[in-house]
């Protein structure tokens, strides 16, 4: 069965800090991956997405993921934290052929150090 | 280009009580997707509506049903509230039934007290 682990409930860094945030997955095929961002409140808002090609992607917000197949991973990267970064961010996988077959993990929630 | 609508934003009703939630897709696209988001159990898939048909159900009760118009728009319905049922729901439309370009809106958070 498809799950998507997030090994870390909530990390804090400090203002200009780099940050890496984990995810691992387990799927059959090739998975789809993607990383959202939460806001309190608010929906899902898209990071960035993995379907093939480069195995680093480029997000918005300068937030950058790579997909290792061999370690079944897919981090979220960002050299430098922003205070308006603090959300809560969740890593995805699905299945392309169907959107509703999304699963998420259980998110990370990133609280920045003034 | 507008987003995904979701109406409302904030619902509070009792239980056994009734809701329906609406949820406007991004023009042109014709697949939207129901979400359930608890603190408890995380994000759940509700259902998937395409072309007006369900396409896909989560593993949910039935008093959780839904439908979708030929316009797109989508009405999620809970029957016969219970306190579980406290949770952001959030409507998010595609194109077309891939999930390559899924875009959510900002949820209707209810309350049952």
Same mark, same amino acid.
């Given at each position: 069965?498809?799950?998507? !682990?997030?090994?870390?409930?909530?990390? !804090?860094? #400090? +203002?200009?800090?780099?940050?890496?945030?984990?995810?691992?997955? #387990? *799927?059959?095929?090739?998975?789809? &991956?993607?990383?959202?961002?939460?806001?309190?409140?608010?929906? &899902?808002?898209? &990071?960035?997405? *993995?379907?093939? $090609? %480069?195995?680093?992607?480029? @997000?918005?917000? @300068?937030? +950058?993921?790579?997909?290792?197949?061999?370690?079944?991973?897919?981090?979220?990267?960002?050299?430098?934290?922003?205070?308006?970064?603090?959300?809560?961010?969740?890593?995805?996988?699905?299945?392309?052929?169907?959107?509703?077959?999304?699963?998420?993990?259980?998110?990370? /929630?990133?609280?920045? /150090?003034? | 280009?507008?987003?995904? !609508?979701?109406?409302? /934003?904030?619902?509070?009703? !009792?239980?056994?009580? =009734?809701?329906?939630?609406?949820?406007?897709?991004?023009? @042109?696209? /014709?697949?939207?997707?129901?979400?359930?988001?608890?603190? $408890? =159990? @995380?994000? =759940?898939?509700?259902?998937? *509506?395409?072309? +007006?048909?369900?396409?896909?159900? $989560?593993?949910?009760?039935?008093?959780?049903?839904?439908?979708?118009?030929?316009?797109?728009?989508?009405?999620?319905?809970?029957?016969?509230?219970?306190?579980? %049922?406290?949770?952001?729901?959030?409507?998010?439309?595609?194109?077309?039934?891939?999930? +390559?370009?899924?875009?959510?809106?900002?949820?209707?958070?209810?309350?049952?007290?």
């Amino acid at each position: 069965a498809q799950s998507v !682990t997030q090994p870390d409930i909530h990390i !804090t860094v #400090s +203002e200009g800090a780099s940050l890496e945030l984990r995810c691992n997955y #387990s *799927y059959g095929a090739t998975p789809y &991956l993607f990383w959202y961002v939460q806001s309190p409140g608010q929906g &899902l808002q898209l &990071l960035l997405k *993995y379907f093939s $090609g %480069d195995t680093l992607v480029q @997000g918005i917000k @300068g937030f +950058e993921a790579e997909f290792k197949r061999s370690q079944s991973s897919f981090n979220l990267r960002k050299p430098s934290v922003h205070w308006s970064d603090a959300a809560e961010y969740f890593c995805a996988v699905a299945q392309y052929s169907s959107a509703s077959k999304i699963i998420f993990g259980s998110g990370t /929630r990133l609280s920045i /150090r003034p | 280009k507008a987003g995904v !609508t979701q109406t409302p /934003r904030y619902l509070i009703k !009792t239980r056994g009580q =009734q809701v329906t939630l609406s949820c406007s897709p991004i023009s @042109g696209h /014709r697949s939207v997707s129901w979400y359930q988001q608890t603190p $408890g =159990q @995380g994000l =759940q898939f509700l259902f998937e *509506y395409f072309s +007006e048909t369900q396409r896909n159900k $989560g593993n949910f009760p039935g008093r959780f049903s839904g439908r979708q118009f030929s316009n797109s728009r989508s009405e999620m319905n809970v029957s016969t509230l219970e306190l579980g %049922d406290s949770a952001l729901y959030l409507c998010a439309s595609s194109p077309d039934r891939g999930a +390559e370009k899924l875009f959510f809106g900002s949820g209707t958070q209810l309350s049952v007290l």
